[in-house]
């Protein structure tokens, strides 16, 4: 007996588009989205190549002199040449390939990864455009967003497009209106309102798991759902100032006036600044060293501005039982710290003592390794990868298992239990809300991965790797009674 042909056609059409449903299950349901429109994948960075190659910021610097002398000094200058970043690019290319690290090169250094030219961790053999890391040639070529086609619909992981320019002819864009002369002859302008929102900084300062797409750090969407962005003030508002009015800013939500805007991108990295200028130093650029310190004084005084700390008593029974502090966001526009939380450490160390001097109570004091103890009180976060296990770097980590930072205007109390002896009739409490770049295990762990190429000692002047400094951003002393007024009356 034969098999009727029609009959063989329904099999092999069933099973042909079974295994079309299982191969599309492989998908992500979730964050579904068209691979073929983000070619650079897992960056969602977007070019649109003409004829006009990147210009290096030495060649934009030789008409903007001043914007550039600004620029230069800053941690977007660095951000490819970064050792911390270059540490553990290494180590992103060994674990998970060049295919998957394209996506921290598309924030790191954008031209360097369209082009082609980086290849993973390294310098050596690189242009001056690949070095520049976040240079004039990106902000200002930037022609348009896709946030809403990203995997999570939200702006991800370099979700821009950039167009350098058409027939041979540069454009560059700024939100003001062009005069005659824009350009010098050099480029084109076209008048944009891009470079005036938020979403021009949202694609980089926005970073995903590169397969899971879970936040790793969420500084535009944290301050999208604060009251700055309500409010329209701006991440330019607060990193494209000097210190005195971004604080006036914060502290009356007004806008800067038009002349107030400088090129700093200054943030809370003053461990990268301050390694910045040892190199310039070392290599005779005393101008360019200068500008480093003075972006190193200006992030240690952004984080000295943006938070406060209160101490008070808490009563039971009439008799101190606790001390309860209450950190409170003060001035950053997102939440503190923001950013690589599962990396930066900001705590408190808090230390009670009676008439004499005597200590009742001490915690979070870093230990002698440099490291911090285990009931420290901190505002970060730990990440676990798909194992539910602690995890450090941004290719495994796909989840926090603790995440507390506090939100833009915000607060958070933190109590302390305190036993006081019989006869003490005052304490005095010392409270330090402490930051720092990283763990100090973590710090010389990607210290001593840099690419061979970059010889720390040479560059940098570095040895051994020396404690990492920290900065007080707010100390605070109060004189607590023992036994409290209401009780006895
Ligand atoms: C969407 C853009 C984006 C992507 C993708 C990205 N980064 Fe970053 N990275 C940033 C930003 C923005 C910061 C600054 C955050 C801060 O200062 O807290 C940063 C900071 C860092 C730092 C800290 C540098 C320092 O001096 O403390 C390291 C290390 C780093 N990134 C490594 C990586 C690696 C490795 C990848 C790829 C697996 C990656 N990044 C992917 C945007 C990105
Ligand atoms: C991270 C993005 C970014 C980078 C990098 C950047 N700019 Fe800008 N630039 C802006 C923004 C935003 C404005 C608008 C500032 C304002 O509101 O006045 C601007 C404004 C300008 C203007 C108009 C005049 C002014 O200063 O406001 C010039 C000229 C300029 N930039 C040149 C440069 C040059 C040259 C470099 C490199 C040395 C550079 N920019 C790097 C974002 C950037
Ligand atoms: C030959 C000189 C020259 C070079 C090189 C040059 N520019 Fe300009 N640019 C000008 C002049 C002149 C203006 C008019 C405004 C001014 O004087 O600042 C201008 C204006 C601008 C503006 C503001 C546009 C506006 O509407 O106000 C931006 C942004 C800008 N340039 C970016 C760049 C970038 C980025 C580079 C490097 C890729 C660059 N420029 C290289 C001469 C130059
Ligand atoms: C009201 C002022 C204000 C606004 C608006 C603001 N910031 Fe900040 N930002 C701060 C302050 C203060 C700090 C230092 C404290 C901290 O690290 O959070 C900071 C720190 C940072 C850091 C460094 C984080 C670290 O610990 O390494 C980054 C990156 C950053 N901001 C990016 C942004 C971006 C992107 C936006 C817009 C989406 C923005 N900021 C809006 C005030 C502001
Ligand atoms: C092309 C991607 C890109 C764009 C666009 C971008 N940034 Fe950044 N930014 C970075 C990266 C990457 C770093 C971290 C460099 C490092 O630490 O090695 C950084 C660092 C910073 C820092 C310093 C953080 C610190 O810890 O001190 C500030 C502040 C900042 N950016 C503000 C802005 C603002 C404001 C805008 C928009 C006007 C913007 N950025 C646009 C990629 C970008």
């Known amino acids: 007996m034969s098999i009727p042909v029609k009959a063989v056609r329904v099999v092999l059409i069933v099973s042909l588009s079974l295994f079309l449903v299982s191969y599309a299950a492989a998908e992500p349901a979730v964050f579904s989205f068209d691979r073929s429109f983000y070619p650079y994948y897992p960056s969602l960075i977007k070019w649109e190549k003409g004829d006009v190659p990147f210009a290096p910021p030495q060649k934009c610097g030789g008409c903007h002199a001043k914007q550039y002398a600004e620029w230069n000094g800053s941690v977007h200058n660095m951000a490819f040449e970064d050792p911390i970043y270059q540490g553990e690019l290494n180590k992103a290319v060994k674990a998970v390939g060049h295919e998957i690290t394209r996506q921290c090169e598309g924030c790191h250094s954008p031209a360097g990864m369209l082009t082609g030219e980086i290849k993973g961790a390294g310098l050596a053999g690189l242009s001056s455009m690949a070095l520049a890391g976040v240079s004039c040639d990106i902000c200002h070529s930037i022609s348009g967003v896709t946030h809403q086609q990203t ?56 970073v995903y798991h590169y397969d899971s797409h879970f936040p790793l750090e969420a500084t535009y969407n944290e301050w999208k759902s604060g009251p700055y962005a309500q409010l329209d003030i701006l991440c330019q508002d607060c990193h494209m100032v000097d210190i005195r009015t971004f604080r006036e800013v914060a502290d009356t939500f007004r806008k800067p006036a038009r002349g107030d805007y400088r090129h700093y991108f200054n943030g809370a990295n003053y461990l990268l600044s301050y390694l910045g200028a040892e190199a310039a130093k070392k290599s005779g650029d005393k101008e360019l060293a200068k500008r480093l310190m003075n972006q190193y004084e200006m992030a240690v005084e952004r984080l000295k501005s943006a938070a406060d700390v209160e101490i008070t008593p808490v009563y039971r029974a009439g008799q101190l039982s606790e001390v309860k502090v209450r950190v409170k966001n003060l001035r950053a526009g997102h939440n503190l710290p923001t950013s690589l939380t599962n990396v930066r450490q900001m705590w408190l160390e808090i230390t009670a003592r009676d008439g004499n001097g005597r200590v009742l109570l001490s915690s979070g004091s870093v230990k002698d390794d440099g490291s911090l103890p285990d009931d420290v009180r901190i505002f970060n976060s730990d990440g676990m990868g798909k194992d539910f296990h602690f995890a450090v770097h941004p290719w495994v980590v796909t989840a926090f298992q603790r995440h507390e930072t506090i939100p833009a205007r915000g607060y958070k109390d933190v109590y302390y239990g305190i036993n ?58 109060e004189k607590l009674a023992v036994q409290s007024k209401q009780h006895g009356q």
């Open 420 to 477: 006081v002896p019989q006869g003490v009739r005052s304490v005095s409490v010392e409270a330090k809300l402490r930051y720092r770049q990283a763990d100090q295990n973590v710090a010389e762990a990607l210290l001593a991965s840099v690419p061979p190429d970059l010889n720390l000692k040479e560059k940098y002047g570095i040895e051994k790797i020396p404690r990492l400094p920290i900065v007080d951003m707010v100390i605070r002393e």
């Open 151 to 206: 995997p999570s619909r939200d702006p991800e992981n370099g979700s821009m497009i950039l167009s350098t320019g058409q027939n041979g002819v540069p454009v560059k864009r700024a939100p003001f209106k062009p005069g005659p002369n824009c350009g010098g002859g050099f480029h084109s302008c076209e008048q944009s309102n891009f470079q005036l929102k938020a979403d021009l900084c949202a694609s980089c300062h926005q």
